[in-house]
């Protein structure tokens, strides 16, 4: 079964840092293009960022609210996908979805995970 | 950034009847448009890609049409499992951006 699960999430204070992960299983994650979106509380989906294979150079983007604090990175031997998040900020909490890329099909997204809940709280 | 505005906000129906929501862009994504569904408590699921293909294992109820700036997802005869959110998604402007949702609710 292709399965995205996601862990990590908690409670952090304005400013802290926070490590989620997203574990892959039932696809081959080293061709897979990885994104991470997330969604406030009773709010829309926003594109945080993406990762490219290793073998399309691994390179990552980020949209403006997360760039320059938020990284993503990627471990193929466990197949699995990281977003470190530093300096954050309570307009950051929301549940954090990592979702495959379809294909060559940039920026649509054909599986995701349940989600991970970041608050950002003092 | 490109702005996609759905509409309605919220679309009451019953089961059985047909749904026409809509995706309007701030400029033209030619056909790059994607539609999602998210129920409560769960992750968004593709449902059409390039403005009119079915996702694998979305049913035939669903069909997505549009070009330029204009775009339909309808559902031909609404079933229980429908009601949910509806997204649209851009992918030819950088940032990929989504519409703010319609909500389809039960009549």
């Known amino acids: 079964e292709v399965q995205l699960v996601e862990s990590g999430g908690g409670l952090v204070k304005p400013g802290g840092s926070l490590r989620i992960s997203c574990a892959a299983s039932?696809?081959?994650?080293?061709?897979?293009?990885m994104n991470w979106v997330r969604q406030a509380p009773g709010k829309g989906l926003e594109w945080v960022g993406r990762?490219?294979?290793?073998?399309?150079?691994?390179?990552?983007e980020y949209a403006a609210p997360v760039k320059g604090r938020f990284a993503i990175s990627r471990d193929d031997s466990s197949n699995t996908v990281y977003l470190q998040m530093n300096s954050l900020k309570t307009e950051d909490t929301a549940v954090y979805y990592c979702?495959?890329?379809?294909?060559?099909?940039?920026?649509?997204?054909?599986?995701w995970g349940k989600g991970t809940t970041v608050t950002v709280s003092s | 950034e490109i702005v996609l505005t759905q509409s309605p906000a919220t679309l009451s129906l019953s089961p059985g009847e047909r749904a026409t929501l809509s995706c309007r862009a701030s400029?033209?994504?030619?056909?790059?448009l994607a539609w999602y569904q998210q129920k409560p408590g769960q992750a968004p699921r593709l449902l059409i890609y390039?403005?009119?293909n079915r996702a694998t294992g979305i049913p035939a109820r669903f069909s997505g049409s549009g070009s330029g700036t204009d775009f339909t997802l309808t559902i031909s005869s609404l079933e229980a499992e429908d009601f949910a959110v509806y997204y649209c998604?851009?992918?030819?402007?950088?940032?990929?951006?989504f519409g703010q949702g319609t909500r389809l609710e039960i009549k």
């Open positions: 979702a495959r890329q379809l294909g060559y099909y940039y920026y649509y997204m054909d599986v």
């Open positions: 039932g696809f081959t994650f080293t061709n897979a293009w």
């Open positions: 990762i490219k294979s290793k073998t399309n150079d691994g390179t990552t």
């Open positions: 400029q033209t994504v030619t056909n790059y």
């Open positions: 390039d403005a009119s």
């Open positions: 998604q851009q992918r030819i402007n950088w940032p990929p951006t």
